[in-house]
């Protein structure tokens, strides 16, 4: 082993390719590729003396943390700091939900000023199209940020839905409109991409149960938030304000983001270091071992977009929830179309009282999130202790054949309690009760998701939230037909039929088939082995 006098101290430390770790040094290695291995034992060491060309030829200096407690790993930051990045990607994922259904209440002004028919679909679709861009924005955000990471990526695509709102407020014409929400989204799409990866970049698993509790409210409040706010706006002031008002808090929001947040994705904190330690001593062979010489960004960006289109047509797993989530998302997003209109038209209230309901929404979902995670944990605890101390991913489904029962029941209680026009809190109950359960269901299937695919997960998720978006998107669009020829009550019996066919069947099947099913997986059974 090369020796120098140079201070350890004062350098990161590498991973040899022969399995030697090594603790504020560096370890000449002649397999450029290689990676860091369990087991690995600890030698002291010095920096090694500068290589001569031939050396630089033959070896490479793999660059990675400094031992468990280096202050460069984003886990070693304050609590007070990694809390403070938390919240703020937090509200980066919160506000573009809130953008996704402010305009509902101010639908039909906008439809009087852009000559848009009242009740047609392509009044609905000034609302979702904004959804249709969630489906496009993980399979290019994700990829992006594996190539540029997470913090620059995060700014510019909050940027991007800055930009693109605010023109929403200017638009002249349905396709202009059409075409800047749709650009809107997009940009929107990224902090639902990412944000759970910065969690996990900040919080070890001991410590991220809570912060993910408050990350996870964000894209279940926000869609009920935006309506609650938008309906009181669209009451006093031009509509053009309830994108405005997006804006305006978005940007002290990106304000914010500059100050605060900083870079958290370990492969590209590590790849600047060994960019730095290459300038400092003119040696390219020093390198992370996240930097491939054969890795294009031309793979990554293909990998991102397929992998995710094959999970949903390879994986029974993922096409069942993928099927199940889509119904969930169509019927969040049906409700914020339809919502306003059934206390306005059959209750006689004004646009901000009827805005007022979406609390419902709100408060089912944060119980549905809040409690069933906690109650996921208690359960799986449990049955692992059951099991000998080994988990299996279908410990996470028992939770999942409860709160699945309660989406058909709330859509009941809601529909056949506003058709008979019943007292307003009846139908609040109902809607209540089935935001419950898409708040807990959300949560039991992403988890189960995790579990079975692991280092794949990500993919998995990734497949599953762009197929719920098409339906976040479709759902609305035939929501007036579908209430107007059936009414409240059978219109929702419907939508709990289809709740009760897809979603209640599927954690007892995969309760029952989940390990063979994992055995036939090719992306499940790498991660069992």
Request: charged share 15%; hydrophobic share 45%.
């Amino acid at each position: 082993m090369l020796m120098s006098s140079t201070p350890s101290s004062r350098v990161p430390s590498l991973i040899a390719s022969d399995d030697t770790t090594v603790q504020g040094g560096l370890v000449p290695s002649r397999r450029s590729h290689s990676v860091l291995e369990r087991g690995s034992r600890s030698l002291r060491s010095a920096t090694p003396s500068k290589p001569t060309q031939d050396d630089e030829k033959a070896e490479s200096f793999v660059v990675t943390w400094d031992g468990p407690n280096d202050p460069g790993n984003p886990r070693n930051w304050s609590k007070h700091r990694r809390w403070t990045v938390t919240l703020i990607v937090s509200l980066f994922t919160f506000i573009s939900p809130v953008g996704s259904s402010i305009s509902s209440p101010a639908l039909p002004d906008i439809s009087r000023d852009l000559h848009i028919p009242p009740g047609s679909v392509l009044e609905n679709m000034t609302l979702s199209i904004f959804i249709l861009a969630y489906a496009l924005g993980p399979l290019i955000w994700g990829p992006l940020s594996e190539l540029f990471g997470r913090q620059v990526i995060l700014q510019i695509s909050n940027i991007w839905f800055l930009v693109f709102n605010t023109l929403c407020g200017v638009a002249k014409t349905p396709t202009q409109m059409l075409v800047f929400r749709f650009l809107a989204g997009f940009g929107g799409a990224a902090p639902q991409s990412l944000g759970g990866g910065v969690v996990g970049d900040l919080w070890s698993p001991e410590e991220r149960g809570m912060a993910m509790s408050v990350y996870s409210l964000a894209p279940l409040v926000g869609p009920s938030t935006g309506p609650l706010v938008g309906g009181w706006i669209a009451e006093r002031v031009p509509w053009q304000w309830v994108f405005w008002s997006v804006s305006i808090a978005d940007g002290l929001l990106q304000i914010a983001g500059f100050i605060f947040i900083r870079e958290t994705y370990a492969p590209e904190l590590l790849k600047r270091r060994a960019r730095k330690i290459r300038k400092e001593t003119g040696n390219n062979a020093y390198r992370s071992s996240f930097e491939c010489p054969d890795r294009h960004w031309t793979m990554v960006m293909a990998r991102g977009m397929i992998k995710p289109i094959v999970f949903l047509l390879t994986e029974p797993i993922v096409q069942v929830f993928a099927l199940y989530m889509a119904v969930l998302y169509g019927i969040l997003y049906l409700t914020m179309t339809t919502f306003v209109k059934v206390y306005t038209d059959q209750y006689g209230q004004s646009t901000g009282i009827a805005g007022i309901h979406y609390l419902a929404v709100a408060l089912g979902s944060t119980v549905g999130g809040q409690v069933g995670a906690r109650v996921l944990n208690t359960v799986y605890r449990k049955l692992k202790e059951k099991n000998g101390g080994v988990g299996t991913p279908e410990m996470r489904l028992p939770l999942l054949m409860v709160s699945a029962t309660t989406l058909p029941i709330g859509l009941l209680i809601y529909g056949w309690t506003a058709n008979a026009r019943l007292f307003w809190l009846l139908p609040d109950l109902g809607v209540f009760i089935y935001s419950i359960g898409i708040g807990g269901n959300w949560t039991c299937i992403q988890t189960y998701l995790v579990d079975n695919y692991a280092l794949y997960a990500a993919s998995a998720i990734a497949g599953v939230a762009s197929f719920r978006a098409f339906a976040g998107f479709g759902f609305p669009l035939f929501a007036d037909k579908m209430y107007a020829q059936l009414g409240d009550g059978w219109g929702n019996s419907i939508l709990a039929l289809i709740c009760l066919v897809i979603g209640c069947p599927a954690p007892f099947i995969f309760y029952r088939y989940g390990p063979k099913l994992r055995e036939w997986s090719n992306a499940a059974s790498v991660e069992k082995a």
